[in-house]
Antibody, heavy 116, light 110 residues
Framework: QLQLQESGPGLVKPSETLSLTCIVS??????????WGWVRQPPGKGLEWIGT???HYNPSLKSRVTISVDTSKNQFSLKLSSVTAADTAVYYC????????????WGQGTLVTVSS | QSALTQPASVSGSPGQSITISCTGT?????????VSWYQQHTGKAPKPIIY???NRPSGVSNRFSGSKSGNTASLTISGLQAEDEADYYC??????????FGGGTKLTVL
């Protein structure tokens, strides 16, 4: 059974870079047919797609986002630069079928707060 | 990028049916059969309940069904149960290799 687990700091200072890692177990990040990506949800608000490790990014975040896949560690990572309070959210890592047909597996989510 | 449009809230009594709409454009909902729906209970990760407009993942109740007409997709829940009370989100592939979500709909079971 596939499991995704996010890890990283829960508190980031404004203007700094948010960094999260998603550890994948039960599947290989090298497998074909799907993407590994990130979705976030500000407190009390809706879902927002961030991007995938295959180079697809939300246009509104593209200039600040880097998503990379590490096949040697079977994990993938998110970096979001120049954060502000508006980036405070629960961040989910996810497995996404090609054509974004379905996000069939989600991590449990991790809350990242941007505050000094 | 602009989100897909969903009603903020819907409600229904146990046993009734409700429908949640998800309106986009010809660049997303109307142009591709890649609409999916997610159920999210408070404090939990979203759970997929519909993909490719009409298909249910294994283990999802057949009380959940999806459809699409033009630029609007719909999720219908029949035989409402208390456990269906949750937030529901639609998503769609968008031209240019992007994913877009709806704003979410809060379902209240009266």
């Amino acid at each position: 059974q596939l499991q995704l687990q996010e890890s990283g700091p829960g508190l980031v200072k404004p203007s700094e870079t948010l960094s999260l890692t998603c550890i994948v177990s039960g599947d290989s990040v090298s497998s074909r047919g799907y993407y590994w990506g990130w979705v976030r949800q500000p407190p009390g608000k809706g879902l927002e797609w961030i991007g995938t490790g295959s180079g697809h990014y939300n246009p509104s975040l593209k200039s600040r986002v880097t998503i990379s896949v590490d096949t040697s560690k079977n994990q993938f990572s998110l970096k979001l630069s120049s954060v502000t309070a508006a980036d405070t959210a629960v961040y989910y890592c996810a497995k996404i079928l090609f054509w974004f047909r379905e996000i069939d597996y989600w991590g449990q989510g991790t809350l990242v707060t941007v505050s000094s | 990028q602009s989100a897909l449009t969903q009603p903020a809230s819907v409600s229904g009594s146990p046993g009734q049916s409700i429908t949640i709409s998800c309106t986009g454009t010809s660049s997303d909902v109307g142009g591709y059969n890649y609409v999916s729906w997610y159920q999210q209970h408070t404090g939990k990760a979203p759970k997929p309940i519909i993909y490719d407009v009409t298909n249910r993942p294994s283990g999802v109740s057949n009380r959940f069904s999806g459809s699409k007409s033009g630029n609007t997709a719909s999720l219908t829940i029949s035989g409402l149960q208390a456990e269906d009370e949750a937030d529901y989100y639609c998503s769609s592939y968008r031209t240019g290799d992007a994913l877009v979500f709806g704003g979410g709909t809060k379902l209240t079971v009266l």
